[in-house]
């Protein structure tokens, strides 16, 4: 597996790294030291009592109340952690504001309000103000805000607001479909809904009112809408976001349990709605604060992670503002006027460290974008990448066309638990292709069918230890049967996340793309239920089956099969009215790539679609071996998919 060297970190700047700083702060306090890494990572996962509490220890905490003990339950999927602490988590971003008042926090750089700033003090004020506001709402501990906006101030802003008073907080970007945002928000029953009306992208203006009306309509738990007018007047009943931010109010953040909803996302599901986690306040903090080391983030750095407001890394940029870093946030249109505005604006801002999705990288390189020859990328120091894999190509081109002398540091994990499994070390040399190692405290392997740990070999992404982000509960699953099948129906007591990887003698891993029927399309995952959901709604649709063919080296492809009511024969005309209710209901980031009429869908004895033996076809598989046809309702259906494998394998 072993890649060729592309960097290799000079001494000097891994002993002034935080990896470095937390290494030696273990030895002074704990009196351990390691031979290399693999040994503290070794620590790391044996004992988890002590290596959190040193994350703890080390990052200082801010907390009324230390925990009784860190990990009071080891076994999966009943873990219990840091019984008695009573903390907050946006005091413990906002402390920041406490000694750096007039220093710049946050620079916003939007499509639609142009370029701005808030300085620690003024977003603490603002937070504060929002709270205040939130709370004469009625907003109490364990209610639900949920918002419709994009990667700017505001949602930021709501959110810590939010979360001082320990509601749990909820975010949909904007141009995702109606019926996509209320999958969600329905199952949440929301007391307070926060939306912009309109946004500029790409250079237009999209219009969200009625979009947003439909939404309103349906949500009959929430008692306060929050509107931010854009396109249009302030509808009536509801409140002015501006109105709410103008107070000054003190920050009296409450102190909360460990396990507090923080913040509810969603991962997909081939079935039902979209699976709604819930991650606490405690162990958000814990985990950001450990990738920190990871991504060697301090106070010095000026961050940007390129992402929607829809996408776990929109909540990954709380981990920079954690550590004092600034944080600067784009809207808008990666591609808008053309490819190189986003580096302009790293470059314009003094981005010391910035991510993106490996597919935007991917698609610089094809454009044959050189940002190096551009503009001056003198500040950055590092580069991330996650969302899908990142190709030898396309390190090699970051390489040589945006930056020699930086560190590239892709990361691999998700949103089912708020952080990565495998990522980067500032004392590690960067080789093409490969992440260097296994995150701290992260118990992650490489798993075949039967449980048995494979070494440079390709297999099942597992975690056998567990980690504080991990969820709390899907919002509404009482007996927590839907969060067990989800992750540790496969292995007893081990979590299984649904990505291929291989790890190799020295920890280093290459991730292969999805191992399950997610669909992920520029590192924006979606459950396949939504798009049939959106599909089936038409009345010339009698079925259909989607597969996202993602693998590493490969490009993203994403097939939609249907079958069509009798005497009906796919065209155009029908095509697009496919991808236009796609494109309505869910996003036009899913649009298929191709759109195939089938005369069934394959499917099981008990009738659910063989999603993942067609996707494991499609990517090569022998089709004797990726299916059992024995179990299958109707065997013939899979003699398509063969011979449709065939002729894009000879294409």
């Known amino acids: 597996m072993s890649g060729k060297v592309l960097w290799t970190p000079s001494q000097e700047r891994f002993e002034a790294s935080t990896m470095a700083q937390f290494e030696r702060f273990v030895g002074e306090t704990r009196g351990l030291t390691f031979d290399d890494y693999n040994a503290m990572w070794r620590w ?117 607001a939010s979360a001082s008073l320990g509601a749990a907080w909820s975010l949909c970007a904007p141009d995702m479909g109606h019926v996509a945002i209320l999958d969600r928000f329905v199952q949440i029953a929301p007391k307070v809904f926060i939306a912009q009306d309109g946004y500029v992208h790409a250079g237009k203006m999209v219009d969200r009112t009625d979009v947003l009306a439909q939404i309103n309509a349906k949500l009959p738990s ?38 507090q909803p923080l913040w509810i996302v969603y991962s997909s599901g081939t079935t039902g709605n979209p699976k709604p986690i819930v991650h606490g306040h405690g162990g958000v903090l814990l985990e950001a604060s450990k990738q920190s080391l990871h991504l060697d983030l301090s106070p010095k750095d000026r961050y940007c992670w390129l992402t929607s407001s829809g996408w776990i890394m929109w909540n990954s940029q709380f981990g920079a503002l954690g550590q ?46 050189t940002p ?57 040399p960067v080789k093409s292709g490969e992440m260097q190692c296994r995150a701290l405290g992260t118990a992650v392997k490489s798993f075949d069918p039967n449980g048995r740990e494979l070494v440079g070999e390709v297999g099942e992404l597992v975690c056998t230890e567990p980690l504080p982000a991990m969820p709390l509960f899907f919002w509404g699953d009482t007996d927590g049967q839907r969060l067990f099948d989800s ?9 299984r996340h649904g990505d291929w990887i291989s790890i190799d003698e020295q920890g280093a891993s290459v991730i292969y793309g999805r191992s399950d029927a997610t669909i992920n399309r520029k590192g924006l995952r979606l459950g396949s239920a939504e798009i049939y959901q959106a599909v089936e709604s038409l009345s010339f649709i009698m079925d259909s089956l989607v597969v996202d063919l993602e693998f590493l080296g490969r490009d993203s492809f994403m097939p939609l099969f249907v079958v069509l009511a009798d005497g009906l024969t796919l065209d ?32 099981t004895l008990s009738g659910k679609k063989l999603e993942v033996p067609v996707k494991k076809l499609l990517l090569g598989g022998d089709p004797a071996k990726v299916v059992n046809r024995d179990s299958m309702a109707n065997p013939d259906s899979f003699d398509f998919f063969i011979a449709y494998a065939d002729a894009r394998a000879n294409a």
Request: one cysteine or more; glycine letters at 8%.
């Open 44 to 160: 790391s996962t044996d004992d988890l009592e002590g290596f959190w509490t040193a994350i703890w220890d080390f990052f200082d905490i801010r907390a009324s109340e230390r925990p009784n003990k860190m990990l009071v339950k080891r076994q999966m999927p009943d873990m219990e952690w840091a019984t008695g602490a009573r903390l907050n988590y946006a005091e413990n971003i906002l402390k920041h504001a406490e000694d750096r008042e007039d220093e710049i926090a946050l620079i916003v750089q939007s499509e639609t309000f142009g370029r701005s700033e808030l300085t620690w003090g003024e977003l603490r004020r603002q937070v504060a103000s929002v709270a205040a506001n939130l709370r004469a709402m009625g907003v109490e501990a364990g209610d639900r805000v949920v918002a419709v906006l994009p990667n700017t101030e505001t949602a930021l802003i709501a959110f810590l």
């Open 222 to 259: 929430v008692e306060q809408f929050v509107t931010l007018p854009v396109v249009g007047e302030l509808p009536e009943g509801h409140v002015a976001w501006d109105g709410l931010t103008k107070d000054d109010a003190d920050f009296s953040p409450s102190q909360l349990p460990f396990d």
């Open 324 to 369: 004092g870093a600034s944080v600067a946030m784009f809207d808008g249109a990666a591609n808008h006027p053309d490819l190189s505005v986003v580096w302009r604006f790293i470059a314009s801002e003094n981005v010391t460290y910035f991510g993106a999705g490996a597919a935007y990288y991917s698609t610089c390189m094809k454009a044959g974008v």
């Open 372 to 428: 190096r020859e551009e503009v001056d990328l003198s500040s950055i120091r590092s580069l991330g990448s996650t969302g899908s894999p990142l190709s030898s190509d396309a390190y090699d081109w970051i390489y040589r066309d945006v930056k020699a002398d930086q560190w590239l540091a892709p990361i691999a994990g998700g949103t089912d638990l708020a952080g990565p499994f495998v990522l980067g070390h500032p004392g590690m």
């Open 487 to 495: 992750y540790f129906a496969d292995y007893p007591n081990v979590w």
């Open 572 to 603: 155009n005309a029908l095509k697009e009215q496919i991808n236009t209710v796609i494109r309505d209901q869910v996003s036009a980031r899913f649009v298929p790539n191709e759109i195939i009429q089938i005369k069934e869908v394959p499917r």
